[in-house]
Every structure is written in C-alpha cells, then in structure tokens.
C-alpha cells in the first residue's frame, strides 16, 4: 500500500458523541456505507478511513485527524477533493483543515512550473517583490482596457492583469481584447522589462485551450484562471499541457466550501500548479485574519517536496499605503495587487502608479528573502 492522505477536520460537537462522529466521518470520506456490510478483507483494513485523533479544541470544536488510503484518489485532483470532503462538505459541523499529502501524490500532481523565481525572471525583478494591477471595471471597450494597460506599464507595474469577471463578453471579447492589450503593450519600451500582460481564462476547456492558444499567438506566456469555477482537473490539466504558460489562480468561489484558505489556496492550488495565487489580505473587503493570511503564504512558499514556490497575491481592496506594512508582513516573496485605489488618481494614474513601484523597489529588502 502507498502511504495515506492525513486530513484534519475541526468537527463541532459534544465530547459525549466525538468518537462516533470522527468514525462516522471517516467512513463517509472512504466506503460511504455501513461497515457491517463490508466483507472484504481488503477494503476492511486498507481502504476504509482510520480516526488516528481527536483533540478538543475551543467554542466546541474537536481537531480530528483521519488517515485515508492515497489509492482511492488515482491521480486526479478532482477525486482528491471529493475523497478529502466531498460528502463531508454536506454536513454544516465539520470544516477541512489541512491535509498532510504522501511525496508521491504531490510530485505526481507537479506543482508550479515557473513560481517565484520563474515570475522574477519574467519582468527582471531580482530578489524583490512583484507588483501588481487589474484592468476594471467591466464594460470597458478593448481599446480603452489597452489605453488603460498602458498606463500602468508605463508606470513600471510588472504584470497587468484582467479583471476576473472579464470573460468574452460583448464589449470585450476575448480575442479582440488579448490582441489589442498585447499590441498596446508591445509598443511601451522599458529598462525595467516588458510588463506582462495576464488574459482571464473562462469556458470549458476546450474553450480555454482556445483561449491560452490566443494568447500564445500574441507572445503572451501568463494567463489567469479560477480554479474553483473551472474545476480542479482542468485547472491541472491546462498546467500540464501549456508548460510555457504561468498560471495566476483567482479565488473566485473559493470561499463557499468549508475548506481552510491556507489549505485549498495556499497548499492545493499549488500543487496543483499555480504560480501564483490571489488571495483577500487581511484588512481589506474581506474578513481573513492575519493569522489566515501568513499560513495561506507560508503554505504557497515554504519547502514542500520540491515544489517551486508560488507566489502569494495579497488583494481585496489595498492602497499604496499599506505598501511598506505588506512587505513587512510577507517579505520579498510576495506580488503587491493594487488596483481601485490607482484607478482613483484618474488623470494621474501613471504618477500614483509610479509611486506605487517606487516605493516596492526601493524597499529595504534582506539579502535572502525570497
């Protein structure tokens, strides 16, 4: 037998009824059926899920951790999921937490192809941090999306993404919208680089294939993609099939399954093969907690089977005056995303812009990080 998954769940419940909840809840994530009925001695012993422990936690809550067999999930991200909580994200008491992943599953899955240093080296950016801005708001013309990219280029911002409702809508579709963004930033000569522009992916797959291939034909290499929209095994699969492309997941509909954000944005997402993830900093319209937001980044960044970094995106409503305090926080491996608070200088986007940049590139940043 392969080593097994490790899942932690926080499950409310009273002491008296804990163990049988945990067992409950380890055979929901494995047979789904009762275990009187299992007869094979196999199944028995190797496939249904172990309750390894159970700690009591505050407000209620019990940390369950439970071993399940790495076998059920093949080498689909999707199974992985739904082996991990498919059912189990029915029942309103339980959330999943974290997973502790064999070496095997992960190296299997690939992880980043491009990551951390592979973004640095894109825009020329050394051992300092990435900045970051968003072309908003929807309705906008592709040509007025382009005049608007060129600002921010020509404000020295690294990568220039789209918004990512923008789809293929009718004021914007897609291959009009990528060809006169890459066309427009084509024409803005930089010291610093050219500044990458990232196209949002949407449809099917097939749809998407289409669309990285747009994207390829207009020298494009980055694309952004939500990967709870899109679903897991496209997500991965689109990674494996474009290895010249870097991924920026969005965490679009992340938030409607009780899954940890340092868990499904910061470890899933990456080995699944994000670059680089989005994520709501702490502070901003979301509610994480800086607690959430330094395990979500230590999960993107730190040494996991020899996964390449990728890089945390703090968004959701950030200023140039929080600049000094996020680099604090994060350190050089991060991607400072800014978007409405430069849109607000109007006329003066290109200044605001440029004081942005400024103030990441002359951070003091410490000779290793990053």
């Known amino acids: 037998m392969h080593p097994r998954l490790r899942a932690t769940y926080y499950i409310r419940s009273d002491a008296r009824s804990i163990e049988r909840r945990a067992q409950a809840l380890a055979v929901e994530q494995s047979v789904e059926m009762p275990l009187a009925a299992v007869d094979d001695p196999f ?6 899920g172990q309750v390894e422990t159970i700690a009591p936690m505050e407000n209620g809550q019990f940390e369950v951790r439970i071993a399940l067999a790495s076998e059920t999930v093949g080498s689909d991200p999707g199974q992985l999921l739904n082996m991990l909580f498919g059912n189990s994200s ?37 051992a300092r941090a990435l900045t970051c801005s968003p072309l908003k708001p929807q309705g906008l013309s592709p040509q007025r999306l382009a005049d608007l990219a060129q600002r921010y280029a020509l404000g020295g911002i690294d990568f220039i993404k789209d918004d990512h409702g923008l789809a293929d809508q009718f004021y914007a579709p897609f291959e009009a919208r990528v060809a006169t963004i890459a066309k427009a930033l084509g024409k803005i000569d930089r010291r610093s680089g050219p500044a990458r522009y990232v196209p949002s992916l949407s449809g099917d797959l097939d749809t998407m294939r289409r669309q990285i291939a747009t994207a390829i034909a207009v020298g494009l290499d980055t694309v952004l993609v939500a990967p709870m929209i ?58 994480y907690s800086p607690e959430t937001c330094r395990a979500l980044a230590r999960e993107a960044l ?48 290109i200044e605001a812009t440029a004081s942005f940049v400024e103030q990441v590139h002359r951070y003091p940043y410490v000779a290793d990080a990053g």
């Open 43 to 48: 199944v028995r012993t190797e496939i249904v």
């Open 90 to 126: 029915l029942q309103e008491d339980v959330l999943l937490h974290d997973v502790e992943l064999p070496s095997g599953l992960a190296h299997c899955f690939g992880g980043p192809r491009h990551g951390l240093h592979g973004l640095r080296r894109r825009v020329g950016a050394g």
């Open 230 to 287: 899109a679903g897991l095994s496209n997500f991965h699969r689109l990674v494996r099939e474009h290895p010249q492309i870097a991924f920026v997941a969005h965490p679009a509909m992340a938030g409607a399954a009780r899954i940890a954000p340092a868990l499904l944005l910061g470890k899933l997402f990456r080995v699944l093969g994000a670059d680089a993830v989005v994520f709501p900093n702490y502070g901003g319209r979301f509610g």
């Open 302 to 349: 730190g040494s996991r089977d020899h996964l390449a970094p990728c890089v945390p995106v703090p968004a959701g409503g950030m200023d140039t005056g929080r600049v000094a305090e996020m680099l604090d926080f994060y350190g050089a491996g991060v991607m400072l995303l800014i978007g409405g608070a430069l849109l607000e200088a109007g006329a003066q986007l």
